[in-house]
């Protein structure tokens, strides 16, 4: 008999992970908190319920992307979450990126109801999700990465298993520290490209072709010539993450210099107002 699934968290990653669930041929109930969000994946053959314990009693595996530690915890141990209707011998899959600790309190709570999770954050942004190549960094048990593996791969080409519980978020936190930094390095660097007077287009055309080159620098660079700060990857996530970082830093007595640099631009920027502008915005700061 096939798995069933549950999917809470339908905003711009999680709807076209739902939609790549539906093509591999699973039965999905969802649930998001803007009903708006559900329609259009009830039209394309996923079931709506009316609460996280709802999707719960209908799913052999649940999966949460939702926003912080905070909105895991409602959607997973609130008065109407997973808990109060996850079958036992059921597996949470949250995809969420939160506070390692978070997540290893979280799974206590449900491994008491005979439920697994797996704290499975992913990277490679919507584009990703939408052609089914995320990576997903994964902390809990192997029998339960095993168990799930072949519905990850309906959205997910590169499948890790880390380590125990809250290794996953850790990984998440070392992939965040690349990309966080790394942009504000490519911010630095298309300034200086036009404050020198040179063309930044062919700075970053230029950049792209040697040891210079990443995926932020080639997303993110363009996005800061042009000043399109539209929201795709809004500031305030990556601002989130930045301090799931630095609190880490700080548990373990270690030093974040990069790190904490990122995070006193990011702090600025929501300062300015801009924390649903693309974390590319970091750039304003800078240019002011």
């Given at each position: 008999?096939?798995?069933?699934?549950?999917f809470?968290?339908l905003?711009?990653?999680?709807?076209?992970?739902?939609r790549?669930?539906?093509?591999?041929?699973?039965?999905?109930?969802?649930?998001?908190?803007?009903p708006?969000?559900?329609?259009?994946?009830?039209?394309?053959?996923?079931?709506?319920?009316?609460a996280?314990?709802?999707?719960?009693?209908?799913?052999?595996?649940?999966?949460?992307m939702?926003?912080?530690?905070?909105?895991?915890?409602?959607?997973?141990?609130?008065?109407?979450?997973?808990?109060?209707?996850a079958?036992?011998?059921s597996?949470?899959?949250?995809?969420?990126?939160?506070a390692?600790?978070?997540?290893?309190r979280?799974?206590?709570?449900?491994?008491?109801?005979?439920?697994?999770?797996?704290?499975a954050?992913?990277?490679?942004?919507?584009?990703?999700?939408?052609?089914?190549?995320?990576?997903?960094?994964?902390?809990?048990?192997?029998?339960?990465?095993?168990r799930?593996?072949?519905?990850?791969?309906?959205?997910?080409?590169?499948?890790?298993?880390?380590?125990?519980?809250?290794?996953g978020?850790?990984?998440?936190?070392c992939?965040?520290?690349?990309?966080?930094?790394n942009?504000?390095?490519?911010?630095?660097?298309?300034?200086?490209a036009?404050?020198?007077?040179?063309?930044?287009?062919?700075?970053?055309?230029?950049?792209?072709?040697?040891?210079?080159?990443?995926?932020m620098?080639?997303?993110?660079?363009?996005?800061?010539?042009?000043?399109d700060?539209?929201?795709?990857i809004?500031?305030?996530?990556?601002?989130?993450?930045?301090?799931i970082?630095?609190?880490?830093?700080?548990?373990?007595?270690?030093?974040?210099?990069?790190?904490?640099?990122?995070?006193?631009?990011?702090?600025?920027?929501?300062q300015?107002g801009?924390?649903h502008?693309?974390?590319?915005?970091?750039?304003?700061?800078?240019?002011s």
């Amino acid at each position: 008999m096939a798995l069933t699934i549950g999917f809470i968290g339908l905003g711009t990653m999680g709807t076209p992970m739902v939609r790549n669930l539906l093509k591999g041929g699973y039965g999905v109930t969802v649930w998001a908190r803007r009903p708006e969000a559900v329609t259009p994946l009830v039209t394309s053959g996923a079931r709506h319920a009316n609460a996280p314990a709802d999707v719960a009693a209908a799913s052999d595996i649940v999966v949460t992307m939702v926003t912080d530690t905070h909105a895991v915890e409602d959607v997973v141990l609130g008065a109407r979450g997973i808990v109060r209707g996850a079958r036992p011998g059921s597996v949470v899959i949250d995809h969420s990126t939160i506070a390692p600790d978070g997540a290893r309190r979280i799974a206590n709570e449900l491994v008491v109801q005979g439920v697994e999770m797996l704290d499975a954050p992913v990277s490679g942004g919507r584009l990703a999700a939408e052609a089914g190549t995320l990576a997903v960094m994964i902390g809990g048990s192997k029998a339960a990465v095993e168990r799930v593996t072949p519905v990850l791969t309906c959205y997910a080409k590169t499948i890790v298993h880390i380590g125990p519980s809250g290794a996953g978020q850790v990984a998440k936190a070392c992939n965040q520290i690349c990309v966080i930094v790394n942009q504000l390095g490519a911010a630095e660097a298309m300034l200086l490209a036009e404050r020198a007077g040179v063309d930044p287009r062919a700075v970053h055309k230029a950049l792209m072709g040697g040891f210079a080159a990443s995926r932020m620098l080639e997303l993110q660079g363009p996005k800061m010539i042009a000043r399109d700060f539209e929201g795709r990857i809004e500031s305030r996530l990556h601002h989130k993450d930045i301090h799931i970082v630095l609190d880490l830093a700080r548990a373990y007595g270690i030093e974040l210099p990069g790190s904490a640099a990122a995070a006193e631009m990011l702090d600025r920027l929501q300062q300015r107002g801009g924390a649903h502008a693309d974390t590319a915005a970091v750039f304003t700061v800078l240019d002011s």
